[in-house]
């Protein structure tokens, strides 16, 4: 069955995997190595598909899809046995998390609940993202088809992707487009989801400045006052001025 070298292997690979999740996730920072594998979701399907890639190479039938089927059943990740994952990736809550056959994860990404690696059509052959190492992919983010995203690339919450993503960009929306936070890309792991640039909000705010401009000017031209129009403002709460204050 498994060789020793695959299940040595499999150990080094769990060591990344509980290194990630304890380097990564500060709820997992004063955590014992024990306790993260006993009671991480994310730990237990990467076990699964580590096993259920090992013996989905050796050309075993049924076992790998088996192993698979049960990971997602007790864990609520899905991951493909064909599917390549490198080393040391985070799967942080991991609910409803989908990577697919021909996925190709590199090292060092992090991944939140809800983000679905899925293909487009019906035709065989590569059909799956690649994401490249140090990648950090938000909740429910959609990347969809052979598309590649670059070295250290952000791909904020809730963005559906079906384009290349440029390495150390961000990117968000629907569809997905790069952008740039403060003239720069975030630092650290964790991307400050709640500052991402709106693109929309940004088209808009620049129309509504444009369409006042034009009503100044022509309430010089003709002398006659025109009513403001909308304003484009963000939302902010009711007790304070910053929405990701609290």
Do not use: C
């Not at 991480?40 to 899809?65: D, T």
């Not at 079906?162 to 790069?178: A, E, K, L, M, Q």
């Not at 403060?182 to 929309?200: E, Q």
């Amino acid at each position: 069955m498994l060789g020793l070298g695959t299940v040595s292997r499999v150990a080094r690979e769990l060591r990344d995997d509980l290194g990630a999740a304890r380097q990564r996730d500060p709820a997992a920072r004063r955590l014992g190595s024990l306790e993260v594998l006993l009671t991480y979701p994310g730990v237990h399907a990467l076990l699964a598909h580590r096993v259920a890639h090992g013996l989905f190479e050796l050309g075993l039938p049924l076992a790998p899809r088996a192993l698979a089927y049960a990971s997602r059943a007790v864990t609520g990740i899905e991951i493909h046995p064909a599917a390549s994952v490198g080393r040391a990736l985070l799967i942080d809550h991991g609910g409803g998390v989908v990577i697919g056959e021909t996925a190709e994860v590199g090292d060092g990404v992090t991944m939140y609940q809800g983000v679905t690696l899925g293909g487009t059509g019906f035709a065989r052959g590569k059909r799956h993202p690649t994401v490249e190492d140090d990648v950090v992919i938000g909740s429910g983010a959609k990347l969809l088809g052979p598309i590649r995203v670059g070295r250290a690339a952000k791909v904020g919450a809730n963005s559906v992707v079906i384009h290349d993503v440029p390495p150390n960009s961000t990117v968000v929306g629907n569809p997905g487009r790069p952008v740039r936070v403060d003239g720069r890309r975030p630092d650290g792991p964790d991307a400050d989801w709640a500052h991402l640039p709106d693109p929309v909000a940004d088209a808009i705010r620049a129309l509504s400045q444009r369409v006042a401009e034009l009503e100044a000017a022509l309430e010089e031209a003709t002398g006659r006052k025109v009513e403001p129009g909308g304003q484009v403002t963000p939302l902010r709460r009711a007790g304070g001025s910053d929405p990701a204050a609290g």
